[in-house]
């Protein structure tokens, strides 16, 4: 698979897990909003907060949740940004992102960002929707991105793992493997990320601080 390569890590943004649309993933994963209509709004406004017109986000996956060609439509031109989709579970009409003139992955893919504090002068990245137990260069010092489990979700779950309604089947699943994630790994879902996109030097201090 061919490697993207961005002289410029300060443009370079991630999120996953929006779920535009989506009512019940308030409830699924204790999203501090009342409707859906609230929920799909602080997103918004929260991405176009950081991210300006030049930047570039990767989602990584599972932007909405069974909408039409132009409910995407809508919240895609509501969001600035030059945005790049890695497919996730809920990603069922790529078609649609593809000819708004964006760029579609299925699977992951690899980058690599300039980065003078790297011995090596560029970061590498394996970019998915899902955790990967190991990745390209992994042993190198290559980062793995990734969503679906709603990282800030996680760790109250550990007190109620038992559940009730307000737990999903989903997240007490993943609970059982969060604590697989390795330092170098980096959950960049809303849900963690105070519902909106994290930059690439965020995360290098996050993953340094881990290390």
Known sequence: ???LVFEDSSKLYFSSDQHFGHSNIIRYCNRPFSTVEEMDR????????V???NDIVFILGDFCWRLGDKQIL???NQLTGNKILILGNHDKNEKVFIKHGITVYDGF???RVKDSDNKEEYQRLTLCHYPMLSWYQSHRGAWQLFGHMHNAT????KENIEGGDEVSDFLKTE???SDKIRFDQYDVGVDGN????ISYNEIKKIISWKN
């Open 1 to 3: 698979m061919k490697t």
């Open 42 to 49: 602080t997103i918004i406004d929260n991405w176009n907060s």
């Open 51 to 53: 991210i300006k017109e």
């Open 74 to 76: 809508w919240y895609l």
């Open 109 to 111: 893919i690899n980058i």
């Open 154 to 157: 996680l760790k109250p779950l």
């Open 175 to 177: 609970y059982k493997y």
């Open 194 to 197: 105070s519902f909106k996109p």
